[in-house]
């Protein structure tokens, strides 16, 4: 399976702090990828550094392209969809109004007016909440705004930092099968971000662990799992 993702090198920058210190790891076309680690270990980082939202240097290649340097929003057109931490929905905004905004770079109307049949069939409860405004929805709905926002751009690539942060266990279990259906079904590839490291590598494929910028252990979830030193700091066992 070839990588849709792929860094060499990374670094990246906040002020004159450097915050990644040369990190390679990739996605796998289809798959899904997680990056673990404590607070301020750079999982988020990595995230804001491939979408162009911070100082970087290295490379970044996305679908055998370079996008090194190129701004945020030629990325999205390349078919990359964030969802933030904080999940970022416009609270002043309806939910149709939130969706409309994630296919703002899409000129096929036939299809948008599709996507929003799709979205509405995976999260029936923003259906009904079609013309409420987004910041009167409960934290779990508007995490299914924000993925279904995402959703909405036709991505081949979705970034999801901390998605279950917050959240009430039920619907984290549904906000995850979800996740893991868009992933079988649709072929979307995802990097994923979370605080919660046993549901992670219950969803991903591949992980690597971050400690202070760098990649320290990398491997099939599997693998990762059976690591000693992960299992004791990350899965309490």
């Known amino acids: ?12 920058f906040y002020g004159r702090t450097k915050a990644l210190h040369g990190l390679d790891f990739e996605v796998r076309e289809g798959g899904i990828t997680t990056i673990l680690g404590a607070n301020g270990a750079g999982k988020t980082t990595t995230l804001r550094a491939v979408c162009g939202m911070i100082p970087t240097q290295g490379d ?10 190129k701004a945020t929003e030629d990325i999205v057109r390349l078919g990359v969809a964030q969802v933030p931490d ?27 007016l599709q996507d ?14 079609r013309h409420q405004q987004a910041g009167t929805l ?9 993925i279904a926002r995402a959703l909405m751009l036709r991505p081949r690539l979705m970034l999801l930092d901390e998605p279950s942060f917050g959240l009430a266990p039920l619907v984290v279990q549904e906000l995850f099968a979800i996740l893991r259906a868009i992933n079988r079904d649709e072929g979307v590839s995802m990097l994923l971000v979370e605080q919660n ?41």
């Open 60 to 69: 970044v290649t996305f679908n055998g392209q370079s996008i090194a340097g």
């Open 86 to 112: 904080g999940r970022g929905t416009f609270v002043n905004l309806t939910v149709e109004e939130n969706l409309r905004l994630g296919a703002f770079t899409r000129k096929d109307k036939a299809g948008v």
């Open 116 to 129: 929003f049949e799709r979205v509405f069939h995976l999260f029936p409860v923003l259906l009904q909440r």
């Open 138 to 146: 409960s934290g779990g709905e508007q995490q299914m705004l924000a």
């Open 1 to 12: 399976m070839s990588a849709i993702l792929h860094t060499s090198k990374l670094q990246a």
């Open 197 to 237: 490291a046993s549901l992670a590598l219950e969803l991903a494929d591949h992980a690597y662990l971050l400690e202070t910028g760098r990649a320290v252990l990398s491997g099939t979830t599997e693998e990762i799992k059976r690591d000693e030193s992960v299992r004791r700091s990350y899965l309490g066992y």
